[in-house]
């Protein structure tokens, strides 16, 4: 009895009949499946209103006839206050032509000028009123500050290291506070600066946080000009990043809310080709100011103008900003919906138009506050959804890799660099601005060969590219010094990794962030992406002196050769390709298995070598996608390509 005692589970169990346990054991099971099969639903569910939310964030107004988009129009004059007759009939049509913009001519009740200036949308994007090339210019401005702000210390460092006591090649404490005073900016911007944008926006809006940005890059620049220790100069250059963290974040944003779709792709690549001019113009305020003498009581006066020269476009922003519309969707945020229709009527040439994207614009803002309600956590849901996790990481690894893959070493270093090659310090300077020059000349490009040739092909291209020009230019210091080719290859490896990072690493990584995240968490993936790449900028700037130190030219310039390849491998096998796809096409490509990516990768490259270097005729292989048909026939209404693609409209 005992022994059979001890086979008899306790508790409820204990008493029953013979086979009343196994039944037990049937009922617990039958509970845990009806608990996973609930959490499933419970899954499914918060699956399908992601879904939802992608959709009609992509196509809000999808499935409404034009009367009922008629209709809605005049309730969102009703519930804002809009009573003229004109404004009414405007949200009217205009609410219709946010719903199928491809379609405007369909709808009757337009006069000829308002057909006439939507055609030239399509015909000619860059016919805008002045009041938004004003506001390009005032973003065009805040890029070269930014530019500016990274260069100017290129030419300046080589005289303020040797006044602050910091200029011994062989020390490495001088070598690391080198690079640390070079740093500070970006260890701000990552560890404080790029968090108070949202905060900065929300009290001051994207003008008053532009105005206050550039207010305090050019205070800190002014500050630097004035600095006699190197700690001192650390605090003027550390509070530099205070202006330079929100002015990055904000002012691309500031010009695609102020901007009409079709235009915002090509905003948010002029960033990044504004940078480059300020860079370039960086390396002009070393030059111009290399020959100034000391003036009684003032030590050093040329560098001190060189750092501070980088306040002048950041005054002329603080000047002109105020003279430029607020942005429409900031004023929608703060429910002040008057105002941000008299905004964006300065924007645009009709009312119909104007009407049309503030209708659109507070349509997607509401859809954006719901989803924000959807399941759980949003950080969280980066590492629990696979299509998030997946876009995460390919987000990661361009941010990352434009940093490693090593130009702000050069953008930063580059007197130095020509200096230990051999130039004299004013041909270095000299040297360093035709770096700037190829930099901004071969951005340009960028503008075609994105969308063209695509991010991946673009960055399998360059990457090998660019590893190859490094380890060029890394060996050339092997060359004799007294042979004229000593200098002559190190000056060429370097213009030449300009030539194919400019189009490649340079514009590619924040195009790529901006549409591989779906909308209803993308603020959170930008800021993500932002501050890696300012941490890791912080990283080059503070240890190239010291590698250069303890490696050699040889050893810095292969180290980053190194990881170009590294970055090559790393997008052959995690980034899909995002060019020209629709937000459905975009899930259903992040949203496959890691190890899919990763074959298809391996037998891309395969293919790549067989095919074209070998010269056989293979079939391509199939690109990874998981497309899930229920969630497709659910959202036939609001999934539709459109006639041409426009990936601008996404971004």
Not at 43 to 51: K, T
Not at 123 to 143: D, E, G, K, Q
Not at 358 to 370: A, N, R, S, V
Not at 429 to 439: K, Q, R, T
Request: glycine letters at 8%; a neutral charge; proline letters at 5%.
């Amino acid at each position: 009895m005992a022994s059979n005692s001890g086979d008899v589970p306790s508790g409820v169990g204990e008493k029953t009949e013979k086979g009343h346990p196994r039944k037990v054991s049937n009922f617990s099971e039958a509970s845990q499946v009806e608990n996973r099969a609930s959490q499933d639903n419970i899954l499914d569910g918060e699956e399908r209103e992601r879904i939802e939310a992608s959709a009609k964030l992509e196509n809000p107004l999808g499935g409404l006839t034009a009367e009922q988009l008629g209709q809605r129009g005049e309730e969102f004059c009703a519930k804002h206050g809009f009573t003229s007759e004109e404004d009414i009939r405007a949200f009217r049509l205009g609410a219709m032509i946010a719903g199928n913009m491809n379609q405007y001519d369909t709808i009757d009740g337009l006069t000829a000028r308002e057909r006439e200036v939507l055609d030239r949308e399509l015909t000619h994007r860059w016919s805008n009123p002045p009041m938004l090339y004003a506001v390009i210019v005032i973003c065009s401005l805040c890029a070269a500050v930014q530019g500016m702000d990274e260069t100017v210390v290129n030419g300046a460092q080589g005289f303020y290291k040797t006044q602050f006591g910091i200029g011994d090649s062989n020390s490495q404490r001088d070598s690391w506070l080198l690079g640390l005073v070079n740093a500070a900016p970006y260890i701000c911007c990552a560890v404080a600066g790029c968090w108070l944008t949202e905060p900065m926006n929300k009290v001051f809006g994207r003008r008053g946080t532009v105005f206050v940005s550039c207010l305090i890059s050019a205070a800190a620049c002014f500050w630097q000009g004035f600095t006699n220790t190197w700690w001192h100069m650390f605090i003027a250059r550390f509070a530099l990043g205070f202006g330079i963290g929100p002015k990055s974040a904000t002012t691309p944003i500031f010009a695609a809310e102020c901007s009409p779709p079709k235009l915002r792709g090509a905003l948010v690549m002029q960033w990044q080709m504004w940078t480059a001019f300020g860079i370039m113009i960086g390396y002009v305020m070393d030059l111009a100011f290399y020959e100034v003498p000391d003036l009684s009581g003032i030590i050093g006066l040329n560098w001190r103008l060189m750092m501070g020269s980088a306040l002048i476009p950041a005054v002329l922003v603080c000047c002109m900003v105020y003279f430029t519309p607020e942005s429409p969707r900031w004023y929608l945020t703060k429910n002040r919906h008057l105002d941000a229709y008299k905004s964006i009527c300065r924007l645009r040439f009709e009312k119909v138009q104007a009407a049309r994207d503030l209708f659109y614009m507070d349509t997607l803002l509401q859809i954006e506050k719901e989803t924000m309600k959807i399941g759980q956590s949003k950080i969280k849901e980066f590492l629990t959804i696979r299509r998030n996790r997946n876009a995460m990481l390919a987000s990661e690894i361009v941010m990352f890799m434009q940093q490693f893959c090593g130009v702000n070493a050069i953008a930063y270093y580059s007197t130095e660099i020509f200096i230990d090659s051999g130039f004299s310090t004013q041909s270095a300077l000299v040297a360093s601005l035709g770096f700037g020059i190829v930099n901004f000349l071969f951005a340009l490009p960028a503008f075609y060969t994105i969308d063209t040739f695509g991010r991946r092909k673009l960055l399998l291209t360059t990457f090998p590219l660019m590893s190859i020009f490094l380890f060029f230019t890394g060996f050339s210091f092997w060359i004799p010094e007294n042979s004229t080719a000593h200098i002559g290859c190190i000056a060429l490896g370097i213009y030449l990794y300009g030539v194919v990072y400019s189009p490649g690493e340079g514009p590619v990584p924040f195009t790529y962030s901006a549409e591989a995240y779906p909308l209803y968490i993308r603020p959170i993936g930008m800021s993500l992406a932002t501050a890696t790449t300012w941490l890791f900028n912080s990283v080059i700037s503070l240890t190239w002196p010291a590698m250069v130190q303890a490696w050699t030219a040889q050893g810095a310039f292969s180290w980053y050769a190194a990881w170009n390849i590294i970055g090559f491998i790393l997008v052959l096998l995690f980034l899909p390709e995002t060019k020209e796809k629709t937000l459905e096409e975009l899930d259903a490509v992040f949203n496959v298995p890691l190890r899919s990516l990763v074959r298809y990768g391996i037998a891309e490259f395969f293919y790549f070598w067989g095919h074209y270097i070998l010269r056989r005729d293979i079939a391509p292989p199939k690109v990874p996608s998981a497309v899930d048909p229920e969630s497709l026939k659910y959202h036939e209404h609001q999934y539709s390509k459109e006639k041409a693609h426009d990936a601008t409209n996404r971004v």
